[in-house]
Nanobody
Framework: QVQVVESGGGLVQAGGSLRLSCAVSGSRFSINAMGWYRQAPGKQRDLVARITSGGNTNYADAVKGRFTISRDNAKNTVYLQMNSLKPEDTAIYYC????????WGQGTQVTVSS
């Protein structure tokens, strides 16, 4: 059974940095796309960043130039380096990986204080 586990969230002041990690286990097949989404209170879940198996990336306009997504295929892990954080980045961040179907983690809270 595929398991997706996020870590690295927390409380940080505006302008600070955090690094999220998402470890995938239990898959017998190669992982295609890996991505990060976020959901703020009262809002829908939106894409933050995504990376394909070939290393192609795309980002939400709101995070371009501040966030960087990367993956370590040997470790089945995807990372999200978040710099210059803003209060509006506050949300629950979810990892989503695609192995045929989409698999989601439970989410990790990121809170940015002003």
């Amino acid at each position: 059974q595929v398991q997706v586990v996020e870590s690295g969230g927390g409380l940080v002041q505006a302008g600070g940095s955090l690094r999220l990690s998402c470890a995938v286990s239990g898959s017998r097949f190669s992982i295609n796309a890996m991505g990060w989404y976020r959901q703020a209170p009262g809002k829908q879940r939106d894409l933050v960043a995504r990376i394909t198996s070939g290393g192609n990336t795309n980002y939400a306009d709101a995070v371009k130039g501040r966030f960087t997504i990367s993956r370590d295929n040997a470790k089945n892990t995807v990372y999200l380096q978040m710099n210059s954080l803003k209060p509006e980045d506050t949300a629950i961040y979810y990892c989503c990986i695609t192995i045929g179907n989409n698999y989601w983690g439970q989410g990790t809270q990121v809170t940015v204080s002003s």
